[in-house]
């Protein structure tokens, strides 16, 4: 049997956790829309877990030993959506490790879903979302900032052929999932082009509208 079909997640016929559980808010946006900017400061104020699916997916590749990492290697150069498979195995398992290191139920998964096949079979065999937190920003703006991480980034999908190629998957893949679940009232639009402080303010805002709180710090008195 191949590797890939030995998966267990997308085999699962009920989600592994339910929403009062576990809380997972989808972060999408075009590429360069700024996703891994906002979770970080995310992280600081609000206590999730950020896990990256391009992150996730890199890590495997480099992996010694991995079955995948020629494949995930062609399809991340060419812009194209990995194996819906080993996606979703590579995130269930950094949740699960995650709730046993650090007992946390909150998860910012950033950059995922990409494709519908994705989203439905996540939400069916993990756990389904609270909402998607949805970075919206013109071509030309997620062009520039690419360019520009391109010349430290080290990445192999920063050059503008690859470039043009995550663009489409994008409009022709990855929107469809914005859209479905925009019908669905569970999509929380911030316009993506202002600098990374102002377009964080709108975060917050639309956090509070959601009812997902800050946490707060606690002072230990030392007398
Ligand atoms: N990728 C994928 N499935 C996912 C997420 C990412 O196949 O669910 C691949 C895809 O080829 C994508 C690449 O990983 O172009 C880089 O993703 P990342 O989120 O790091 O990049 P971004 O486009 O957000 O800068
Ligand atoms: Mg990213």
Redesign the pocket.
């Known amino acids: 049997m191949p590797a890939i079909e030995r998966l267990a997640a997308a085999t699962r016929s009920a989600p592994l956790w339910s929403k009062d559980d576990v809380t997972v808010i989808f972060v999408l946006g075009g590429?360069?829309a700024g996703?891994g900017t906002q979770c970080a400061k995310i992280v600081t104020d609000y206590g999730f877990k950020h896990l990256?699916?391009?992150?996730l997916?890199?890590e495997e590749q480099d992996r010694p030993g991995s079955e995948f990492g020629e494949m995930i290697k062609s399809?991340?150069k060419?812009?194209?959506?990995?194996p819906l498979e080993v996606?979703i195995q590579l995130l269930e398992n950094a949740m699960q490790a995650t709730r046993e290191k650090d007992n946390k139920s909150l998860f910012l998964i950033?950059?995922?879903?990409?494709k519908l096949d994705?989203a439905h079979a996540f939400e069916r065999t993990v756990v389904p979302s609270k909402f998607t937190l949805f970075f919206d920003c013109p071509e030309d703006v997620m062009l520039e900032r690419?360019l520009n991480r391109g010349k430290t980034s080290g990445r192999a999908?920063d050059n503008i052929e690859s470039i043009k190629k995550?663009f489409r998957?994008f409009v022709e893949t990855s929107m469809p999932v914005v859209n479905e679940f925009q019908t669905q009232d569970r999509v929380a639009k911030v316009d993506a082009t202002k600098g990374a402080d102002e377009v964080y303010e709108d975060v917050k805002k639309t956090f509070k509208e959601w009812d997902i709180k800050p946490i707060t710090l606690k002072f230990v008195q030392t007398q």
């Open positions: 590429p360069g996703k990256s699916a391009g992150d997916l890199r399809y991340i060419e812009g194209t959506i990995v996606t950033d950059g995922f879903p990409r994705q690419l999908d995550r998957t």
